[in-house]
Structures are given as structure tokens and as C-alpha cells.
């Protein structure tokens, strides 16, 4: 059986579309929105080919119809790009983030995996590096052969025990240093961590095109183009949202936030 682990696309439908690895199964650890110009195309292969799936805190923003307040790193991203999913994604789309499981659990060439976009214990925001100490507490009280997370954006096979910690990576926005594309295969129960060349100018082109502020197509852009976090940058004047009301939560099934 050859399966293939994906993560963190973050609406780049680029790097999604340029990996077409042959699989039996395709595990999917969340994160398919904010970020990126391109969330329907991202959500429909999903829908369409993900075997089993499960819900990131991205995903779960989304469908909830959450704002992000606050002007630091990411969460500004996040704060900016979020209407353009609620614009983008049909109630189809929304329905379907909607009802992913926080964690899942699927029993694959004999081996028991867990499925969670975080942590077991944390399943949506824990973030966690390649620290087998750390694992090693997280998983004091999981079964589980292989645990399949995404996340934090780094990829990594990490032996805890008896368990197998694996991180396939971010397909759509990579921070290690390497802007190709990442993902991992499980083939016969060896484990591959993979990457992939895509054409990052074209994902580059379609955030010029989105109506942000030049603030976050610039980080977005340079995220894409270095696979690392932009250096930290002060909010630019009348930009802090720190006043703004709670919005009113988007209904999935309507469509409409």
C-alpha cells in the first residue's frame, strides 16, 4: 500500500497541483485555507481525493467564520486574507471544512495511525518541533504505530517508543529554509520525506493579484520565494485592528459570511 501525507496547503493550488505522486490512500493533516490566492481549487482536491482528512485551525477559522485581530507576523496574514476565503469558498466547500474530525484514526497495512493536525493533546494549536522528549510525554497515553501531524510547517520522521512522530511538511508554505514543495510517502511501511519543485512565480502572480495590502502579498510573496518567515515588522499606521468588533460567525451551509 503507498500512501501519500500531505499538510499545511494553505490555498497554494502551485505547489498542490505539481505533486502527482501514484497512492493508494491520501492522508490529509489540515490547513487547506488562509495564506494563499486559492483556497476552492485546494478544498475541492480534498474533497475529491483525501481518503482521510482532518481539520487545522486554519480550517476550523474558516468554517467557523472567525476574525483574526491583531497586526504580528502570520497573525496579520491570517487577519488579511481570511475574507478572500469567505469570498472564494461556495457552502459546498464550507460545509466540508466544516465537518472534518479534529483527529482520526484508521488502521493501514497493519499499522495503527493516528491522524491530528497539531497534537494529541492540543489537536488545533500546540506547536511542537522535532523534540523526542517532548513526544515522548505527548504520547505517553496514545496507541498508536505511526501519528501523522502537520502544523508546524517542518517536516520530520521522528521514532517516540514504540511510535513513529512523522511531519510530512508544508505542501503550500514551507519555513525551513526550502520552498519546494513537501510531503511524504509511507510505501511498505518505509517512510519518504519528499520534495518537490513547483512553479512558485506562478503562485507568486496569482498574490499580486489578490486585493491585500502590499504588507502581506509582500510577506506572502517572500515566504514563497525563501520557505522562511519573513523578519518581524511593525504594523503600518491606521492598520492595528486591535478595536475591531467580533464578527458575526459565517454560516457554512449558506455560504455567506
Known amino acids: 500500500m503507498r500512501i501519500l501525507v500531505v499538510s499545511d496547503i494553505h490555498a497554494n493550488w502551485a505547489a498542490l497541483g505539481a505533486i502527482r505522486e501514484e497512492h493508494d490512500v491520501c492522508l490529509c493533516l489540515g490547513d487547506l485555507v488562509d495564506y494563499g490566492p486559492d483556497p476552492v ?5 480534498a474533497m475529491g481525493h483525501a481518503t482521510y482528512s482532518i481539520r ?8 467557523q467564520g472567525i476574525r483574526v485581530v491583531g497586526d504580528s507576523g502570520f497573525r496579520y496574514l491570517t487577519r488579511v486574507s481570511r475574507p478572500s476565503m469567505w469570498e472564494a469558498l461556495g457552502a459546498d466547500e464550507r460545509r466540508y471544512l466544516l465537518q472534518l474530525p479534529v483527529t482520526q484514526r484508521a488502521t493501514l497495512a497493519g499499522k495503527e495511525f493516528l491522524l491530528v493536525h497539531a497534537t494529541p493533546r492540543d489537536p ?3 506547536y511542537l518541533m522535532k523534540d523526542p522528549d517532548v513526544w515522548a510525554r505527548r504520547l505517553a497515553e496514545t496507541e498508536a504505530d505511526i501519528v501523522c ?6 517536516q520530520f520522521n521522528l521514532q517516540v517508543g514504540r511510535a513513529v512522530v512523522l511531519n510530512p511538511g508544508s505542501v503550500g508554505l514551507p519555513r525551513d529554509g526550502d520552498p519546494r514543495a513537501a ?15 513547483y512553479p512558485v512565480e506562478e503562485a507568486v502572480a496569482r498574490v499580486e493579484a489578490m486585493p491585500w495590502p502590499r504588507r502581506a502579498r509582500d510577506m506572502m510573496i517572500a515566504t514563497l520565494r525563501t520557505g522562511r518567515l519573513p523578519g518581524p515588522a511593525d504594523p503600518p499606521p491606521g492598520e492595528d485592528s486591535t478595536d475591531e468588533p467580533p464578527a458575526t460567525p459565517a454560516d457554512p451551509a449558506s455560504g455567506k459570511e
Not at 41 to 45: D, K, L, Q
Not at 56 to 63: I, K, Q, T
Not at 149 to 154: A, I, P, Y
Open 124 to 126: 488545533l494549536d500546540e
Open 183 to 197: 510531503y511524504a510517502i509511507i510505501d511498505d511501511n518505509r517512510i519518504e520525506l519528499k520534495r518537490i519543485e
Open 149 to 154: 501531524v502537520g502544523h508546524s510547517h517542518l
Open 41 to 45: 481549487p485546494c478544498v475541492r482536491w
Open 56 to 63: 487545522g485551525n486554519h480550517d476550523h477559522g474558516v468554517a
